[in-house]
């Protein structure tokens, strides 16, 4: 669990962890990035064993490959600060899969939090789409990568460690990072060119969800599409004329989803102003970050390249 000032909610997840039953945690490893709001006495409380690194190494990939080469477990759990595991049988759920010796990494469903924005919330439970079931993606014999479209690609691939746990013989062919970004989804698009297979539980779930500004929210996007444009080639938002009927398209949509919800007045307003917002900046995140993802040379590459270094500071 890479960590840093995780304030309070951190109880909350340790006494998720200690709640497990029957399947637990063989070993606790945290590697904090200089925390000073109590996070690491709450950590080695809760029995972890810490690492402190200065903040300016943090890497999302390679920090947690730190994390697991302090582990000896043939399946090695990856967790974040914020994310509560639902139910004492979590772990046990989480190991099953790997009973299939093609599996190599598990990943499972996010529920939103209470005071998540609606439309984020939506997207957090509907995401990826498989429902409350154990499913696995696996390429065809003789198929490759290359022979889906760009979104298949990515639904093939997909891999989250915000609750996550993979296998160590996997891990040491595919490490992490080092990687400032998508450090997850490049690790399952490795694993699935190898012929592994990735695998969704959706009998288990964490409770995760930010509560961020839309603008957050936006440059969030532009990072994730840079990542997908350029792992599968996946451009969502292809021109300028596409991009004013995707605003369009995301506020006429997601603003009838708020108002359908029959909100209490000023928290409907509220919510609409967000969704708005929200729309333009996830948008134009989308164009802006395949675009990015394109890597062009020049004056404009090099300006998308800066936005990109501006944009993924603080992303958790």
Same mark, same amino acid.
């Given at each position: 669990?890479?960590?840093?000032?995780?304030?309070?909610?951190?109880?909350?997840?340790?006494?998720?962890?200690?709640?497990?039953?029957?399947?637990?945690?063989?070993?606790?490893?945290?590697?904090?990035?200089?925390?000073?709001?109590?996070?690491?006495?709450?950590?080695?409380?809760?029995?972890?064993?810490?690492?402190?690194?200065?903040?300016?190494?943090?890497?999302?990939?390679?920090?947690?490959?730190?994390?697991?080469?302090?582990?000896?477990?043939?399946?090695?759990?990856?967790?974040?600060?914020?994310?509560?595991?639902? &139910?004492?049988?979590?772990?046990?759920?989480?190991?099953?899969?790997?009973?299939?010796?093609?599996?190599? &990494?598990?990943?499972?469903?996010?529920?939103?939090?209470?005071?998540?924005?609606?439309?984020?919330?939506?997207?957090?439970?509907?995401?990826?789409?498989?429902?409350?079931?154990?499913?696995?993606?696996?390429?065809?014999?003789?198929?490759?990568?290359?022979?889906?479209?760009?979104?298949?690609?990515?639904?093939?691939?997909?891999?989250?460690?915000?609750?996550?746990?993979?296998?160590?013989?996997?891990?040491?062919?595919?490490?992490? &990072?080092?990687?400032?970004?998508?450090?997850?989804?490049?690790?399952?698009?490795?694993?699935?060119?190898?012929?592994?297979?990735?695998?969704?539980?959706?009998?288990?779930?964490?409770?995760?969800?930010?509560?961020?500004?839309?603008?957050?929210?936006?440059?969030?996007?532009?990072?994730?599409?840079?990542?997908?444009?350029?792992?599968?080639?996946?451009?969502?938002?292809?021109?300028?004329?596409?991009?004013?009927?995707?605003?369009?398209?995301?506020?006429?949509?997601?603003?009838?989803?708020?108002?359908?919800?029959?909100?209490?007045?000023?928290?409907?307003?509220?919510?609409?102003?967000?969704?708005?917002?929200?729309?333009?900046?996830?948008?134009?995140?989308?164009?802006?970050?395949?675009?990015?993802?394109?890597?062009?040379?020049?004056?404009?590459?090099?300006?998308?390249?800066?936005?990109?270094?501006?944009?993924?500071?603080?992303? &958790?």
């Amino acid at each position: 669990m890479p960590t840093w000032n995780a304030g309070p909610l951190l109880d909350e997840v340790l006494a998720s962890i200690l709640a497990l039953e029957g399947t637990t945690f063989d070993e606790l490893v945290a590697i904090d990035s200089g925390s000073t709001d109590g996070t690491q006495e709450r950590l080695r409380a809760a029995g972890f064993e810490v690492e402190v690194i200065p903040q300016r190494e943090f890497d999302h990939g390679s920090t947690r490959d730190r994390g697991i080469r302090r582990t000896t477990g043939d399946i090695v759990v990856l967790l974040v600060q914020d994310a509560t595991l639902v &139910g004492t049988d979590w772990l046990a759920k989480m190991v099953r899969p790997f009973e299939d010796a093609d599996v190599a &990494g598990v990943w499972c469903r996010q529920l939103p939090r209470a005071n998540c924005q609606p439309v984020i919330a939506r997207r957090v439970r509907g995401w990826p789409g498989r429902g409350e079931v154990l499913s696995k993606r696996q390429l065809a014999p003789g198929q490759r990568l290359t022979d889906l479209e760009p979104m298949e690609r990515l639904l093939t691939c997909a891999f989250d460690n915000v609750a996550s746990a993979v296998r160590r013989t996997v891990w040491q062919l595919h490490p992490l &990072g080092p990687r400032r970004f998508g450090e997850d989804v490049y690790f399952g698009k490795r694993c699935i060119e190898a012929g592994l297979a990735i695998a969704h539980q959706g009998e288990a779930a964490v409770i995760h969800s930010h509560d961020r500004s839309a603008w957050a929210e936006g440059k969030r996007t532009f990072c994730d599409h840079r990542n997908l444009r350029r792992l599968f080639g996946l451009v969502g938002i292809p021109n300028k004329a596409a991009l004013k009927g995707a605003i369009e398209w995301c506020e006429k949509e997601h603003v009838e989803y708020v108002q359908s919800l029959k909100l209490p007045a000023d928290e409907e307003a509220a919510a609409i102003a967000w969704t708005r917002d929200y729309c333009r900046w996830q948008c134009w995140g989308q164009y802006l970050g395949a675009k990015a993802g394109a890597d062009m040379p020049g004056a404009r590459g090099r300006l998308l390249r800066w936005l990109g270094r501006r944009f993924e500071r603080g992303i &958790g």
